[in-house]
């Protein structure tokens, strides 16, 4: 892998992490078109996704600095130093434990499923087109539905469970977990940009504890040769999704989600053909 291929690969990453669009769809598709992906010795493709993906968990953690210290904050004085109950807990705190709740689903989902998740369906590029089509149509419908009522503080228990088992569902790859946490909070009712919101703080987990797994599994097999061009793709992948984050954020703001649909839809079609002609192998 040269050092240009590791910077496009790093701003892949960060743009389509937290578009929901599915980075594991086009990293895969990126690194069967540039011949990165071994079929010898997969682990070295593994292994440095496992690394650029910890870039994207700090963008996040760069972005929304400010609401993770309150809401750590804040949870840690209304349930250790001056424990109250969960009504009478400050906003800040009950986003804390919505995180929390909602990580419980992908959590158990990632761990009973572990095996198939990391097996051959990672990289198939049919289940990853089809993946694409399908989120894509569950989200128009989910746009069709929503009430776009609720703003950050009105998320309920209830909100972050069904939202937490739409995280889970992003294990299958091309799903996208911004795509389907978003299609999961618009199905209950939020607002589009708090959708998004709510998405990427209940990443945060997630991507830490499976970035950080995934890098641990894969230290034996990363050699001096890799580290430059995972330290930029990281640094790069970071600043990339920095940027989505933002744009995401502002263009919920006052717009649908249809643009990414019809993305997926037209993304889907075109892997599909390009496996049919033989431009890359499924």
Do not use: C
């Amino acid at each position: 892998m040269s050092l240009i291929e590791a910077i496009v690969l790093g701003i892949i990453q960060g743009l389509t992490e937290f578009l929901p669009i599915s980075s594991t769809g086009h990293l895969t598709v990126a690194g069967k078109l540039m011949n990165l992906i071994s079929e010898e010795n997969p682990e070295h493709w593994t292994s440095f996704i496992a690394v650029i993906q910890l870039g994207t968990l700090l963008a996040i953690l760069i972005y929304f600095w400010k609401d993770i210290w309150n809401i750590a904050v804040s949870f840690f004085k209304d349930n250790l130093t001056h424990r109250k109950g969960f009504k009478n807990q400050s906003a800040e705190s009950k986003q804390g434990w919505l995180i929390i709740v909602g990580t419980i689903p992908v959590v158990i989902i990632g761990l009973v499923f572990k095996d198939v998740i990391e097996g051959a369906l990672t990289k198939n590029l049919f289940v990853i087109a089809g993946s694409l089509i399908g989120l894509a149509l569950i989200l128009a419908l989910a746009e069709k539905m929503a009430k776009f009522k609720k703003d950050i503080n009105d998320i309920t228990i209830i909100d972050s469970v069904v939202i937490g088992i739409a995280q889970a569902m992003a294990l299958i790859p091309g799903s996208s977990r911004s795509g389907t946490t978003i299609t999961g909070g618009l199905f209950m009712g939020l607002k589009r940009e708090t959708a998004a919101r709510f998405s990427f703080l209940l990443s945060i987990p997630a991507i830490l504890a499976s970035g950080a797994l995934q890098l641990y599994e894969s230290l034996e097999y990363i050699d001096s040769a890799m580290i430059l061009n995972l330290v930029v793709a990281s640094l790069v992948s970071a600043g990339s999704g920095y940027l989505a984050i933002d744009f995401l954020l502002k263009f919920l703001k006052k717009n649908t989600t249809f643009l990414f649909i019809y993305y997926r839809i037209a993304l889907g079609i075109s892997i599909f053909v390009l496996i049919y002609f033989n431009v890359i192998s499924k």
